[in-house]
Structures are given as structure tokens and as C-alpha cells.
Nanobody, 122 residues
Framework: QLQASGGGLVQAGGSLRVSCAAS????????VGWFRQKIGEDREFVAA????????SHSDSVKGRFTISRDNGKNMAYLQMNALKPEDTAVYYC?????????????????WGQGTQVTVSS
């Protein structure tokens, strides 16, 4: 199971960190991805991190502002979001997959968390 948390309301320019807690799986063997879904839009890729944490990928829209990380000892993954913009408003989901391949595609992610709402006010 995956449990996302840490969302909330923040002003534009502010920061927020969302977390993903994993249980019931060998977390350290999985790639973790963060996706977000805005109202009326498809779920889109935000960032991914390899099982050992040595490789990351961020979408162009968040590169330089968001940072994905993980702590395998705690079965946790994080998405640090800085310089937030109103267009970052969305429900943020964490997900895991086995292989570092096509990480920006929703396909292949076998487990998904329930999502946490992030709202950025202007």
C-alpha cells in the first residue's frame, strides 16, 4: 500500500513537501513516481526516482523547482516543491513500478496511493 500525505493550501512562491509512505512491499526494490492530476485533465508525470535513489527524472514543468527523494530505511518517498505556482494546483499521487523504464508513463506503475490535494493560491 502507498499513502500520500502532506498536501495543503499554500501561497504562490511558497513551499510544500508531500510524502509517500509504503507498506506491505519491498519498497527498496521499486522505482517511485509522482504524478499529478488537475481538474479536467489527465494524470501527468511529475518526477521519478530509481530504487536506490541514484537516478531521478523531473518533468520540464517542475525542473528546478521540485525535487524527488526517498529514504528506503523508512519506506518513504518525498516530493519537495518550491516556488509553487497556481498551475501546480492538483491532486498528487505516488506510485511504484519494478523497472526504470518509461518512468514518465502511467503504464507499468502497479501500485498507486490515494492522492493528496495541493492548492496554490495566487
Amino acid at each position: 500500500q502507498l499513502q500520500a500525505s502532506g498536501g495543503g493550501l499554500v501561497q504562490a512562491g511558497g513551499s510544500l513537501r508531500v510524502s509517500c509512505a509504503a507498506s506491505g512491499l519491498t519498497f527498496r526494490t521499486y522505482v517511485v513516481g509522482w504524478f499529478r492530476q488537475k481538474i479536467g485533465e489527465d494524470r501527468e508525470f511529475v518526477a521519478a526516482i530509481s530504487s536506490g535513489g541514484g537516478t531521478t527524472s523531473h518533468s520540464d514543468s517542475v525542473k528546478g523547482r521540485f525535487t524527488i527523494s526517498r529514504d528506503n530505511g523508512k519506506n518513504m518517498a518525498y516530493l519537495q516543491m518550491n516556488a509553487l505556482k497556481p498551475e501546480d494546483t492538483a491532486v498528487y499521487y505516488c506510485a511504484v513500478k519494478i523497472a526504470w523504464r518509461s518512468v514518465a508513463s502511467r503504464d507499468g506503475y502497479g501500485y498507486w496511493g490515494q492522492g493528496t490535494q495541493v492548492t496554490v493560491s495566487s
